[in-house]
């Protein structure tokens, strides 16, 4: 992972420090430094922002404190100064890390090492896949399609082939019962029959070995999967505490 700096401070022997620690350190890339926070402020603000920006605190035109009040939504802001003092203040400001002057290599490189493993655990969770569905191979060849857990109504048995009734249509593929039950969410999905695997949010009614669909339709219970089923459902079963 490629992590892009920015230095901000009113000493050019500061900048040239950090310039020449960025430089070094493998997997940084410096995206540029500045004498001026107040010019520097729309590179912090923009969508090319860097990852991390190095800012002093004690700055003349505008300190470094005001300056991350403004940029912290888009940079990891590191304070670096030779005033201890200011470390609450700086931490108020949301701060990802505080180097104090003279900044030795070994400490950058904590800091650096620090910010790796911030970025790497958010880029695992800021776009997390969603599991919310899964895809088929529909009867028209080289046709893939997409189906919400969701919308499946239930899913019906045919041969070698599995038919799956949906809230948006119906979708035939090449698969068995047991290979597309394998890949159902319980107990969301439930097996009733030889033939047939039902989303349990579809229920209507149960009566003896029928369940009706919110659909509209029927379907007979067998009897080996009958009891497993009624089982799971009376789970979310109301039931009172009077005596009957």
């Known amino acids: 992972m490629s992590i892009s700096c920015y230095v901000i401070d009113d000493e050019a022997g500061a900048i040239a420090v950090l310039t020449e620690y960025i430089e070094r350190t493998p997997g940084l890339e410096l995206l540029g430094t500045s004498l001026d926070p107040v010019r520097a402020l729309d590179e912090l603000t923009s969508e090319n922002a860097p990852d991390i920006t190095f800012i002093d605190v004690d700055m003349r035109l505008l300190s470094g404190l005001e300056l991350a009040g403004m940029v912290n939504l888009y940079t990891l802001v590191v304070f670096t100064t030779a005033f201890p003092e200011y470390a609450l203040q700086a931490f108020e400001k949301e701060a990802f890390d505080y180097l ?124 080996y999967y009958k009891q497993r089923f009624l089982d799971l459902m009376d789970a979310h079963l109301v039931k009172t505490n009077r005596a009957s």
């Open 100 to 223: 104090l002057k003279p900044i030795n290599y070994d400490r950058f490189v904590k800091c650096i090492q620090r910010a790796r493993r911030k970025m790497t655990k958010q880029a695992k969770t800021d776009y997390p896949i969603r599991e919310d569905f899964f895809n088929i191979k529909s009867e028209i060849k080289g046709r893939m399609v997409k189906i919400k857990f969701d919308e499946v109504i239930y899913i019906e048995g045919a041969v070698n082939y599995i038919q799956i009734h949906t809230t948006e249509g119906k979708h035939l593929t090449y698969l068995t019962m047991k290979e597309i039950e394998h890949h159902l969410p319980k107990p969301l999905f439930a097996r009733i029959h030889r033939s047939f695997i039902i989303n349990v949010n579809f229920v209507k009614v149960i009566e003896r070995n029928q369940i009706k669909l919110e659909n509209g339709e029927s379907l007979i219970m067998g009897d």
